[in-house]
DNA sequence: GCCTGTTTTAAACGTATGTTTGAATCATAT
DNA sequence: ATATGATTCAAACATACGTTTAAAACAGGC
C-alpha cells in the first residue's frame, strides 16, 4: 500500500533511482552521525542531499529503516571481508595453530581499509557505529546484535583455538574489553584529549595505530587468569 | 538580566530549591541517557520531574548548562575520590613503586562505588557517560576533556613511574585503549550480545568484572613495544 | 504587615517534527 | 503514440521544539 515491496523491473535500475538513494545514504550517514539517529530531521537530511522530503519514506519505508540501510550498506561487506581475511589466513598456516596476532589483523585490516576510503564512509562512518554502540534505542541494539552475530562467533572460536587454555566464558570478556578498545580507539572520538600532546603528524596515521594496538590487546588476550577466588575484593577492603 | 547569577541568600538553601534543581536533574540524567543530549526536550524533562518548563532556563541558564550540571554532579566527586585513593595508595607503599594493579584499582573503585549507589545515579550515569563520550558535539567533547584533564594527568605520571621502560607516546596511547576499554565496559551497553551466553547470575556483578578486566589491562600496559619500523605494514602486504 | 528578593507559573515567540496523500512527471515496452 | 508502472513533488496532518516574558505566589527580615 504505501510503498513498492521491491523493484518490479530488474533489468536496469533507472540512473536516477539510484542517485537519490545513495545521496539520502551519504547525507544520512554524515548527519546521523553528526546529530544521532533520534536528533536527527528527515528534513535536515532530504535537505542535505537534495531530494523531495517524501523520498525517504518512498525508498526506504521510514526513519529507522534508513538508518539501518546507512549501516548495512558499510557494516555488511567489511564484517564479510573480515571472515574471508579470516579464512584466507586459516588457509596460509594450513594445519597449523593462528596466532592471535594474525586473527586481529583479520578484525583490524578491513577496518582500516574503511576507515582510509574517505570516497565511501571512511573515518565518518566509523564514528557514527560508535555512536551507535553507545544508543540504547532497542531497535538499534537488536540490529547490531544481528549484523555481527556471525562475525563474532567466527572469530570467537578462532580465538579459542588460538588460546587452548582460555576458559571460555574468559575468553567471552576478554573479547568483550577488546571489542572495546578497538571500537574506541577506531571511532577516534577522542573523548579525553589525550592525543593532543602527540605529534600531530601522526595523528590520523592509521597504519601505525594498528601497530600500536595489537600488541596491547594481543597481551591482554593471553594475560594470566585473573583470581575469582577470595570473596571480599580490594574495593571493599580499601576503605580508607 | 535572566537569571539570578548566584543565590543571594547563602544561610539556608530554601527546601523547594533544592528539590526542584534535584529533580531537574535526576530527570535530565535519566532522558539525556535514553534519548542523547540533542534529541531529548526540555519539556520531557520538566514533565518527568513535575516541575514547570520554565524552571530549566531560571535554575540552570540553558539546556547545554543543565547538561554540563547533570555530568558535574556525578563526574566531580567521582574523579576527586579517584586521586584521594591513588594518593592514598601512594602514601600506603611510601617510598615503594606503586603497581599497576593498585593504579587501576583506584581508577576503577571509585566508578564501581557510583555504579553500585542505585540511588543516585548508578549504572545509568556510567552510559549516560558512554554516550557522552561517543557525541561530536563541540560543547561535550570540550567539557568532558577539561573535567577529566586533571584526573587523566595525575594517573598517567603514576604509571609512568610504574612502567619506567614505557616511552611518554606510548603510554599515552595505551591509556586511550586502557579508557576505551573501561569505559565501553563500564556503560555495559553490551553492543554486541558477547554477555548474553554469560551465565544471567553473573551478569551484573560489577565486583567480578573489575576482577577480569584488571590482569586483561595490565597486560596491556605491560605489552612489548611495538615494531613501528618495517614501512609496509600487514594490511598492505595480505592483499589476497 | 508591608517590603524585598526568590521562585513558580501560564502563555506566547517563530520554527521544526515524521508521515501521508493525491496529483504531476518521468522512462520505457508495446 | 499510448498505456504502465516507477518516481518525484508540494501541501497538509497534528504535534513538538528552546527560550523569553510578565505576572503571580512565596519566603523571611524588619
Redesign the pocket.
Given at each position: 500500500m504505501?510503498r513498492?515491496a521491491t523493484?518490479?523491473?530488474p533489468?536496469?535500475?533507472?540512473r536516477?533511482?539510484r542517485d537519490?538513494k545513495e545521496r539520502i545514504l551519504d547525507a544520512g550517514e554524515a548527519l546521523f552521525m553528526e546529530h544521532g539517529f533520534e536528533a536527527?530531521?528527515?528534513?535536515?537530511i532530504t535537505a542535505a542531499a537534495g531530494?523531495?522530503?517524501?523520498?525517504?519514506?518512498?525508498?526506504f519505508g521510514?526513519?529507522?529503516e534508513l538508518f539501518q540501510a546507512v549501516l548495512t550498506r558499510r557494516l555488511d561487506p567489511m564484517n564479510a571481508e573480515r571472515v574471508l581475511l579470516l579464512e584466507h589466513y586459516e588457509r596460509e598456516t594450513a594445519g597449523q595453530m593462528l596466532s592471535c596476532e594474525r586473527i586481529l589483523n583479520a578484525m583490524f585490516i578491513p577496518a582500516l581499509r574503511l576507515a582510509r576510503d574517505n570516497q565511501r564512509g571512511g573515518k565518518n562512518f566509523l564514528r557514527l557505529l560508535g555512536r551507535a554502540y553507545a544508543d540504547p534505542a532497542p531497535f538499534i541494539r537488536h540490529f547490531l546484535s544481528e549484523q555481527y552475530a556471525p562475525m563474532i562467533a567466527r572469530f570467537k572460536s578462532a580465538f579459542s583455538r588460538a588460546l587452548p587454555h582460555l576458559p571460555k566464558k574468559e575468553l567471552v570478556w576478554r573479547l568483550h574489553f577488546l571489542m572495546g578498545a578497538m571500537s574506541y580507539t577506531l571511532a577516534g572520538t577522542d573523548a579525553l584529549k589525550l592525543i593532543a600532546e602527540l605529534n600531530p603528524t601522526e595523528t590520523g596515521n592509521d597504519e601505525l595505530l594498528l601497530r600500536r594496538l595489537a600488541p596491547f590487546l594481543v597481551a591482554g588476550l593471553q594475560a594470566p587468569l585473573p583470581d575469582l577466588q577470595e570473596s571480599r575484593s580490594e574495593g571493599e577492603r580499601a576503605r580508607a
Open positions: 504505501t513498492p523493484k518490479s523491473l533489468l536496469a535500475e533507472t536516477d533511482q537519490t536527527t530531521s528527515l528534513r535536515q531530494v523531495n522530503l517524501a523520498a525517504v519514506n518512498y525508498h521510514s526513519k529507522e
